[in-house]
């Protein structure tokens, strides 16, 4: 190495600035690598092309590594900062804020904009009770209102098909007529 400056590399024998080699953990070569970064990438490129098996492992381990570590990461954040999640799902799900999410909420007065009912599902993971569910046209994207799980998840299994539901509504007032229970008084239990 000829001055703090330059250094020659190792491999191509050229003369080069010293930030175009990598930094060294133990210092050595002031604190660099011998050879320059360009050699060094070709060499490695060379030989992940002749042990294209050793290179495909590496890679494998090192993905998993970080991966676990990332995920760690992100499920601790999530933990120390919920409402922060939410609020990011809800903007980047559905285009609207937790003060518009709790706004919407209180218009319905805490309970499904369907069934009128507050939410009873249990997350199985959390042991809580969950959020209502964000209903929105599919199509469109246009948010409705906020369901409990049993009528997201039937409105889901009709396809927000109005066909099918008037057919569902049919079908099911002609059985309760036929069992001698009048609908009115089944509909007045649910507002």
Same mark, same amino acid.
């Given at each position: =190495? ?6 020659? $590399? ?21 604190? !660099? ?6 050699? %060094? ?18 890679? !494998?381990?090192? +993905? ?17 900062? *919920? ?6 799902? %809800?903007?980047?799900? +559905?285009?609207?804020?937790? *003060? #518009? +999410? #709790?706004?919407?909420?209180? =218009?319905?007065?805490?309970? $499904? ?34 369901? $409990?799980?049993? $009528? ?36 007045? #239990?649910?507002?």
């Amino acid at each position: =190495m000829d001055g703090v400056s330059t250094a020659v $590399c190792t491999l191509c024998k050229k003369a080069r600035p010293l930030a175009e080699f990598g930094k060294r953990s133990d210092g050595a070569n002031w604190g !660099r690598r011998s050879g320059c970064r360009l050699c %060094l990438n070709a060499k490695k490129r060379e030989w992940q092309r002749q042990n294209p098996e050793k290179a495909v492992a590496i890679r !494998r381990r090192h +993905y998993y590594s970080d991966h676990q570590r990332q995920l760690a990461r992100a499920t601790a954040w999530s933990r120390a900062n *919920p409402t922060s999640r939410l609020a990011t799902h %809800l903007m980047r799900a +559905y285009g609207i804020t937790l *003060p #518009q +999410y #709790q706004e919407m909420l209180d =218009m319905q007065g805490g309970g $499904c904009a369907a069934c009128g009912n507050p939410e009873t599902a249990v997350d199985g993971r959390t042991g809580r009770v969950r959020r209502l569910h964000v209903d929105h046209d599919h199509a469109t994207g246009a948010v409705r209102g906020l369901l $409990c799980t049993n $009528c997201n998840l039937a409105l889901g299994y009709l396809k927000d098909d109005l066909g099918r539901i008037a057919n569902l509504l049919t079908y099911m007032t002609r059985r309760l007529e036929r069992a001698g229970i009048p609908h009115n008084v089944v509909m007045e #239990q649910t507002p």
